[in-house]
């Protein structure tokens, strides 16, 4: 399932490539699966070594692949995006993981490896609920114009259905890092694809037209497009956990 995940959004990193554009698409969720398959790698290597439970070490193979795909989701985000504001909050990411990961770097050089290890811990949790949190950032505008379009339903599933198996492997390991950032994350993927199928897949009063492939289909525009075109116009939503 962790895998099924990671691969979700290919689609749409093929979809940026062929069309030489990201739209509106915020990078969060392919930064996000970049940063936490690399970071809950890390913390299953670091937990073993700290603990010689080898059931540890499922947080690292389950995260190889994605680590892979999210590097390659990346730089075809940044190879295809043309808008700026969406190429500084990208940066802007980038520079909130480095400060994450020189805190985590001066904590395990400097606290005993107890305490590091509760500090990583909380990080890859914190990780897994910005992860999660990603795929619901076209939320408020699906509350605003009533149309479900821009929210990833294929992602979402595949996202609830990872979180559910992560929690299991959690409980199994006893360990609420994997138990509680899991749980809150399936809470929230589940109210997610509750508001899909409430809510339509097209803006209420469209004339029609193809949905989008990838993360999302089709979603009311914003202000100043002409009648005809802002009801035709659509913007495929942001969205992406890894454990």
């Avoid at 915020?26 to 299953?44: R, T």
């Avoid at 520079?95 to 400097?110: D, N, S, W, Y």
């Avoid at 609920?129 to 408020?140: E, I, N």
């Avoid at 379009?149 to 994997?178: E, K, N, R």
């Amino acid at each position: 399932s962790n895998v099924l995940f990671q691969v979700s959004p290919l689609p749409m990193a093929q979809n940026f490539h062929a069309d030489g554009s990201t739209g509106d698409v915020d990078s969060a969720p392919f930064v996000s699966v970049a940063y936490g398959c690399c970071q809950y790698s890390f913390y299953g290597l670091f937990a073993y070594k700290a603990t010689q439970k080898s059931g540890f070490l499922i947080l690292l193979y389950s995260n190889m692949l994605g680590i892979l795909l999210g590097v390659y989701y990346v730089y075809s985000f940044l190879r295809a995006c043309k808008n700026p504001d969406m190429l500084r909050a990208t940066y802007g990411y980038f520079k909130a993981i480095g400060a994450v990961l020189l805190l985590q770097f001066l904590c395990m050089r400097e606290l005993p490896v107890a305490r590091a290890l509760l500090i990583v811990g909380l990080v890859s949790s914190g990780c897994s609920l910005l992860s999660a949190s990603s795929l619901l950032t076209t939320v408020p505008e699906v509350l605003r114009t009533r149309c479900s379009g821009s929210l990833p339903v294929p992602v979402l599933v595949c996202s609830a259905v990872s979180s559910a198996l992560w929690f299991t492997c959690g409980m199994t390991l006893h360990d609420a890092y994997i138990v509680i950032p899991n749980a809150v994350s399936l809470c929230l993927g589940l109210s997610a694809l509750m508001l899909a199928l409430y809510f339509p897949r097209e803006a209420p009063g469209a004339l029609g037209g193809k949905a989008g492939a990838g993360y999302g289909s089709m979603a009311c525009s914003g202000k100043g497009a002409a009648p005809a075109e802002s009801m035709l116009r659509c913007s495929t939503g942001s969205t992406g956990e890894t454990a």
